[in-house]
């Protein structure tokens, strides 16, 4: 079975990480996919960041439609929500965590799911030239990126074109409860 590991702070979990989510399981052979919610992303502020379980019940609250949508068309895939990284060391590196699922599911095989924009910060990343090496890595568009030259850059990656851009961002979700709070 293919898993594809969709990773994340998801603070908080929004329709794009929803909608993305979806679009990985009915366009791509990816079998199952698991939002893994990471409490200590390295290259994020951890003081921005809600409580971890928290963010892990609202993912948990947020899958199900998506989950009912993909019975109803019959399709036999669905999204799981994992806190698998809650009790590994802090910070959590993605190499790391992937590496540790590869050996915890040998019967399956391990991907992941980043966005375009990581995809261009991935240099920054820990174990970045191992991550790009052992894992297939599966990219979805974000705004301003120029996905033509990351594939020439990265050509092992596959980039899926013609995945909807969603215009959200958590950070703007924050910014804007904070906004309204005030």
């Excluded at 599966?138 to 990656?157: E, F, M, N, S």
Aim: aromatic share 10%; charged share 25%; with cysteine.
């Amino acid at each position: 079975m293919k898993i594809t590991i969709y990773s994340g702070s998801f603070n908080p979990i929004h329709f794009g990480h929803l909608g993305i989510a979806k679009y990985v399981l009915e366009h791509t052979d990816t079998d199952e996919l698991w939002l893994l919610v990471t409490p200590n992303n390295p290259l994020k502020d951890k003081h921005l960041l809600a409580d971890e379980n928290e963010r892990y019940n609202n993912a948990k609250k947020a899958i199900v439609q998506i989950n009912t949508e993909l019975q109803e068309k019959n399709i036999k895939k669905q999204v799981q929500v994992s806190d698998f990284e809650f009790s590994l060391p802090k910070p959590n590196y993605t190499y790391n965590t992937l590496c540790l699922l590869k050996q915890q599911y040998p019967q399956h095989e391990i991907q992941l799911l980043i966005g375009s924009d990581n995809l261009t910060l991935i240099d920054k990343w820990y174990k970045n030239k191992e991550l790009l090496s052992d894992f297939h890595i599966i990219v979805y568009p974000r705004k301003g990126d120029d996905l033509q030259q990351l594939q020439q850059h990265y050509p092992r990656v596959e980039i899926l074109f013609d995945a909807p851009m969603f215009d959200i961002s958590s950070t703007q979700i924050r910014t804007k409860t904070a906004d309204a709070e005030r």
